[in-house]
């Protein structure tokens, strides 16, 4: 008896691309990149230089690991996804920031390293005037202020299944926006109860109904701005993209696009399909607790992503990311540049 090959209605190929990719470094890796990171300055003072320093350093990774974060950042059909474990850390880590970040007491630069060696790997490293002040290296940490906000300073709420866009004058808020996220753990919630998540587009769209699927592909949606612009810059009110669609482009290679800060659907039936999605999101998506020493490639096209709450105290012991925006080239963002700084727009 023979079987008919099951074709998958996204694709129609054999089998799904697969979606969540794990590279680990051996210990002696792990190593030799550190012990090359660890006496190099703040990477701020130089950036430019500084991460030609860490081409270096991370020419230690074996040429397979090596290709394989490579061909995530260039390719259609690798993993949304990717975790890298078992990174150098610094020695010493100085108490979380509680007000954001940065921190004034960190003496070695070995997680600065990491996060920016591995972010190279995948685009340029961009800053926005409207998020964390226009820096390079973002802390990711709980702020009181923040906490039941959809922002990356919430903890005591669920930060909903979203992608980091970017306010911009032109009314899209999904083009400006970085093409890839790198988080970094430098350390854990105490309770280890944070999971970050991420739900790829191409999963989504297999495990949606048809019809929704149709409706969050019409241009029915209007994003709102990120939180920090709405509360920094729009005193606390919305500013609304123009309408847009959720899901874009072919059907075996999606872009998705949602506000954290909530999007406003057009109709009675867009309404209904984001809270579909949202539903969706948390049935396909991919599950990671960081800890010290594991990195998150993420691609901010292919997917969103979300996180748990967790428990956060305020008090220098909290769980801390530090988080970079890539775009793989800044010549298609040119127009927004700053004269201050050429990384920042
Ligand atoms: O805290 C996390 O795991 C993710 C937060 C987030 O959405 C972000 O930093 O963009
Ligand atoms: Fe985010």
């Not at 190929?13 to 697969?18: M, T, V, Y």
């Not at 004034?104 to 390293?113: D, M, N, Q, S, Y």
């Not at 241009?219 to 920094?232: E, Q, T, W």
Request: hydrophobic share 40%.
């Amino acid at each position: 008896m023979t079987t008919t090959p099951i074709s998958d209605p996204i694709t129609a190929r054999p089998s799904p691309a697969r979606t969540f990719g794990e590279i680990v470094l051996t210990d002696d890796v792990r190593d030799r990149i550190g012990a090359a990171l660890l006496p190099l300055p703040n990477p701020m003072e130089d950036i430019d230089r500084s991460l030609a320093r860490f081409y270096v350093a991370f020419a230690a990774l074996p040429v397979e690991q090596l290709q394989e974060i490579l061909d995530f950042g260039r390719h259609v059909d690798t993993p949304g996804v990717a975790l890298v474990r078992n990174l150098p850390v610094d020695p010493q880590v100085p108490p979380t920031p509680t007000d954001g970040g940065p921190s004034r007491e960190k003496r070695t630069f070995v997680a600065e390293g990491v996060l920016l060696g591995l972010s190279q790997l995948l685009g340029e490293p961009v800053g926005f005037t409207t998020e964390k002040a226009g820096r390079l290296v973002h802390d990711v940490v709980p702020v009181a202020t923040g906490a039941t906000t959809q922002t990356n300073q919430s903890s005591v709420v669920f930060l909903n299944f979203h992608n980091d866009i970017v306010h911009d004058d032109a009314g899209r808020y999904d083009v400006s926006n970085p093409d890839f996220l790198v988080l970094h753990c430098l350390r854990q919630d105490a309770g280890r109860e944070a999971v970050t998540y991420y739900a790829d587009a191409r999963d989504v769209s297999r495990a949606l109904d048809q019809r929704v699927l149709a409706t969050l592909r019409a241009p029915l949606f209007r994003l709102n701005a990120p939180g920090s612009y709405v509360r920094d810059i729009a005193g606390g009110v919305e500013v609304l993209s123009e309408p847009v669609p959720i899901v874009s482009g072919p059907a075996h290679c999606p872009e998705i696009a949602v506000s954290a800060n909530g999007v406003r659907g057009l109709t009675a039936d867009a309404e209904a399909a984001l809270a579909e999605l949202q539903r969706t999101c948390i049935e396909v998506a991919h599950r990671v607790h960081l800890e010290p020493g594991t990195a998150l490639l993420i691609n901010n096209r292919k997917g969103l992503h979300a996180r748990s709450v967790f428990a956060a105290k305020h008090d220098g012991t909290d769980r801390w990311l530090q988080r970079t925006y890539l775009r793989r080239s800044l010549w298609n963002i040119r127009h927004r540049g700053t004269t201050a700084d050429r990384r920042v727009h």
